[in-house]
């Protein structure tokens, strides 16, 4: 590929710092572009289709991607326990960790 001199050493620079080809380094930058871009539009589709088809209630849970993470925003039962709760996901994390 012909880019722009000033490009071109920045490509070579990168490469080298990587201990790559500067082929490689273009296939790993097009490739994480495309898994970005493909990621967004599912976002996006994640969201248009919550909003198109109106299947979130006002007393539903409303799920959508916000930086790459899911989002679940709801509202929490009168009597949920925030320190129980977190305490339970440590000791479940603990125990998947020991039978690592």
Known sequence: MNFPLQI????????????????????????????ALTQQMAEGNTETNLQTTNVVSSNQAN??????????DAELPENFDFNKFIDELRKEEASNLSLL
């Open 8 to 35: 071109q050493r920045k490509i070579e620079k990168l490469a080298s710092s990587q201990g790559i080809s500067t082929e490689q380094f273009i296939l790993q930058a097009v490739a994480e572009k495309i898994d």
């Open 63 to 72: 799920v959508y991607r916000k930086e790459g993470i899911l989002v679940v």
